[in-house]
Nanobody
Framework: VQLVESGGGSVQPGGSLRLSCRAP?????MAWFRQAPRKEREGVAA????????????YVADSVKGRFTTSKDNAKNSLYLQMNSLKPEDTAMYYC?????????WGQGTQVTVS
């Protein structure tokens, strides 16, 4: 299972980027994580689509709330991360993860640099 990420790059503080992640099959949970140099990987955002939840359940970390939003296109098995008002501390490798049949798969990561 390969997750295909795109959208990273370099931007000045206050700028915006949009990350995309596509899974090869339907997945009930997709998430974004990031890892900065010498720091632990942290969860950024996630969307859970449960059979009985009546809709998507979305999580966004407090550190990015109000600046980042995540969305999911179930028809395309894709997850997006819209990042606005970027700060230097958002600089990190961003990873997409997807839960497929109870197993988590990870993308190769896409670098986001804010400077």
């Amino acid at each position: 299972v390969q997750l295909v990420e795109s959208g990273g790059g370099s931007v000045q503080p206050g700028g915006s980027l949009r990350l995309s992640c596509r899974a090869p099959v339907a997945t009930y949970c997709m998430a974004w994580f990031r890892q900065a140099p010498r720091k632990e990987r942290e969860g950024v955002a996630a969307i859970y689509t449960g059979r009985y939840t009546g809709g998507d359940i979305t999580y966004v970390a407090d550190s990015v709330k109000g600046r980042f939003t995540t969305s999911k296109d179930n028809a395309k098995n894709s997850l997006y991360l819209q990042m606005n008002s970027l700060k230097p501390e958002d600089t990190a490798m961003y990873y997409c993860a997807a839960a497929i049949r109870g197993v988590w798969y990870w993308g190769q990561g896409t670098q986001v640099t804010v400077s």
